[in-house]
């Protein structure tokens, strides 16, 4: 019985959000969507009187039982594409999603071109100075090496 409630508990969980109330629905329409009376504010948050009776006619079709993609669709006819907040995934709103992650995608291979270009160089000048060492000591004369070990001689007696 235990398991039985748990699992009624959790489809009606589920089931909730996809029952949403009329005003739950229309609030979330009036922030998706720009004010044509406020420039550059949502609906939602517009304070004029011709927002105020633009969000009761989204209500009163929200508990028409209308649905959101009728709702949106219909708001689009009369106030054009550029309602919505934010840009349809489809046709020019599609480049609109698309530019800013080919800009960060393309930040991030330049990042990890660099980094592995001053990586290589930051090698190469160890490299480089192991290398003059090496030749370094390969030219010593043989006048330079009986000097060198006379003065190792020295300090190694003590002076």
Known sequence: MKHLSVA???MLAIAAPAIAAPEDMANDIAAEIMSPYCPGV????CPSAEADQLRAR???WAEAGWSKARIMAQLE??????IRATPTPEGGGLTAWALPLLAVLLGSLLAALLARRWTEASDGERQLGATATAADAVTMTAEDRRRLDAELGVLRSGG
């Open 8 to 10: 009624l508990f959790l």
């Open 42 to 45: 949502t609906l939602h948050d």
């Open 58 to 60: 989204i209500t009163g």
């Open 77 to 82: 006819s009369e106030f054009g594409s550029t």
